[in-house]
């Protein structure tokens, strides 16, 4: 609750300073000056900190989805060029989400994705794994029929967020 306290103030600080041309990058509603150059200079170090950190969770489960157990403990080569290749996508996938422009759309694209795929197709993929496991079989077979139709749901949303968010920034 305390979070959300907090961004309802922020966000009604940023309307009354502002008015309705508050950018969604809050570093253009300032003016150029020293203030905005250290803020700015600081702000890249926090990145250059935090995007390490962040990227390591993604990576991390990456790594265990892709590369097998046996081959994490091997001498060999291999499991160094797939966790290379990791990097280089997770990278590669992090400068192109750089080049659409605009912070809003990258947040709209990157927070509807993941929000729409908490909220709608993990549950009921979780829930369909777990029916799977019993042997009830026709009380399961209607309640996964239930969850595919709200996983399916998921990824209508999910698909619609990401058109719409792409299409809109062209």
Known sequence: IGVLVV??????????????????????????????SALKLLLCVDLLFTYPIVISSGRQILENAIIEV???????????????????????ASFALAQIGGFGVVANLVGGVAQGTLAFIMPPAIAIAILDEENDDENAAKAKIAQYAVGLFGGATVSAVTY???????
Do not use: Q
């Open 7 to 36: 961004n309802i103030a922020f966000a009604i600080l940023a309307l009354g300073f502002y008015g309705m041309d508050t950018s969604d990058l809050v570093l253009a509603n300032l003016e150029n000056g020293p203030y905005l």
């Open 70 to 92: 046996e081959d994490r403990t091997e001498d060999s080569e291999e499991p160094v060029l797939a966790r290379a290749g990791i990097v280089a996508g997770a990278v590669g």
């Open 164 to 170: 719409f968010t792409i299409t809109a920034s062209r």
